[in-house]
């Protein structure tokens, strides 16, 4: 899998977009860029994904580079509760392959919304 | 249904004890996976099972031992763990082993080994 890049921390005041970067820039062709969120003392949770274009949600939206070497994700407006480690993750879609079936999470995003 | 339950949520054993961690879903998922979790590190990926079958073990010592005894259930049976094993436990399930798939995650099991 290719491996991503993030800024250790970020802060949001609330209600503003919070944006998330990630470098991801030795992605290959047919693999998807994943974000999941974990707020302290819960599981992760599946926020959006996307391959090469740019994907909304009721969450989030996610903008990927034309190059497909970065993405941003965007909370359009941040709240309490949005305060998580953002993980973006960069997934090998092939059957077969070592890393098939595979979840691997990096170091993350620290993001704390304040008040 | 669109939850995975994980029991118990908290778990303190002796070295020599014998335990099992149970997870659960209901949402049609075949995929489920087992992660380990140290404070403050990000999730580590332990087993993967595609329709009950064990697909993956990521080189786990054999003190843990998965089981999946049907589509909706996952266990982890754990026998002679280390202080060091102490961590959150985590199960995951999704429609299949394929990229589209999004992860469910369970709240998770907090492990205290003593």
């Known amino acids: 899998d290719a491996k991503t890049t993030q800024p250790t921390s970020m802060d949001c005041a609330e209600g503003r977009a919070a944006n998330l970067p990630c470098n991801h820039s030795t992605i290959s062709g047919n693999e998807y860029v994943y974000w999941y969120r974990q707020i302290h003392s819960q599981g992760p949770q599946y926020i959006i994904h996307g391959l090469k274009n740019n994907e909304t949600n009721e969450m989030a939206s996610l903008i990927i580079t034309e190059d497909r070497k970065s993405s941003t994700l965007i909370l359009p407006h941040a709240t309490l509760r949005d305060t998580a480690v953002y993980y973006c993750i960069v997934r090998v879609p092939s059957a077969g392959g070592t890393s098939y079936g595979k979840l691997t999470f990096g170091q993350g995003t620290i993001l704390t919304v304040h008040p | 249904d669109t939850e995975v339950t994980q029991t118990p949520k908290h778990l303190v054993m002796g070295m020599t004890n014998k335990k099992s961690l149970k997870c659960e879903q209901h949402m049609g998922h075949r995929a489920m996976y087992w992660y380990k979790q140290k404070a403050k590190k990000p999730p580590e990926l332990m087993f993967v099972y595609s329709y009950e079958k064990l697909s993956i073990n990521e080189s786990v010592p054999s003190r843990f031992s998965p089981e999946c005894p049907n589509s909706s259930l996952l266990n982890l049976h754990l026998h002679a763990l280390q202080p060091e094993d102490s961590a959150l436990y985590l199960c995951?399930?999704?429609?299949?082993?394929?990229?589209?798939?999004?992860?469910?995650f369970g709240s998770g099991t907090r492990l205290t080994v003593v």
């Open positions: 995951a399930s999704s429609i299949g082993t394929g990229v589209d798939y999004g992860y469910t």
